[in-house]
C-alpha cells in the first residue's frame, strides 16, 4: 500500500500563493507518477498537473501551467505544488495521487490522499 498525505492548505487572498506539500510512504516499488487535482464544490475532479517520480518530467492543465508548478524532493519523498497569484476560482480541495503513468485521467491514479482545503477570497 502507499500513502499520501497532503498539507499546505489554508485561507489566502486574491494574488497570493501557497505551496502544497504530499508526502508519500509504503510501497513504492511501483510508482512513476505523480498527480495533483482538486475538485471544487458541484464540479468534477479535474487534473491540475503531474510529475514523472524518476525523470522530473512535468505536465499541467493548460489553463494553470503559468501559475502553478509541481515538484518534487526524492530525499522526502514528497511531491509540491507552487501556487501563485491565486484566484477566487481556484477554491477546491486538492489532492495529490500517485499512478503508473504520469496521465491527465484521474483513472489511471490507483493512489490518493485525503485532500486539502484551499479557499482564495476576492
Known amino acids: 500500500q502507499v500513502q499520501l498525505v497532503e498539507s499546505g492548505g489554508g485561507l489566502v487572498q486574491a494574488g497570493g500563493s501557497l505551496r502544497l506539500s504530499c508526502a508519500a510512504s509504503?510501497?513504492?516499488?511501483?510508482?512513476?507518477?505523480m498527480g495533483w487535482f482538486r475538485q471544487a464544490p458541484g464540479k468534477e475532479r479535474e487534473f491540475v498537473a503531474a510529475l514523472s517520480w524518476s525523470a522530473g518530467t512535468t505536465n499541467y492543465a493548460d489553463s494553470l501551467k503559468d501559475r502553478f508548478t509541481i515538484s518534487r524532493d526524492n530525499a522526502k519523498n514528497t511531491v509540491y505544488l507552487q501556487m501563485n497569484n491565486l484566484k477566487p476560482e481556484d477554491t477546491a480541495v486538492y489532492y495529490c495521487?500517485?499512478?503508473?503513468?504520469?496521465?491527465?485521467?484521474?483513472?489511471?491514479?490507483?493512489?490518493w490522499g485525503q485532500g486539502t482545503q484551499v479557499t482564495v477570497s476576492s
Open positions: 509504503g510501497r513504492t516499488a511501483s510508482r512513476y507518477a
Open positions: 495521487a500517485q499512478g503508473a503513468t504520469m496521465s491527465t485521467s484521474r483513472n489511471e491514479y490507483r493512489f
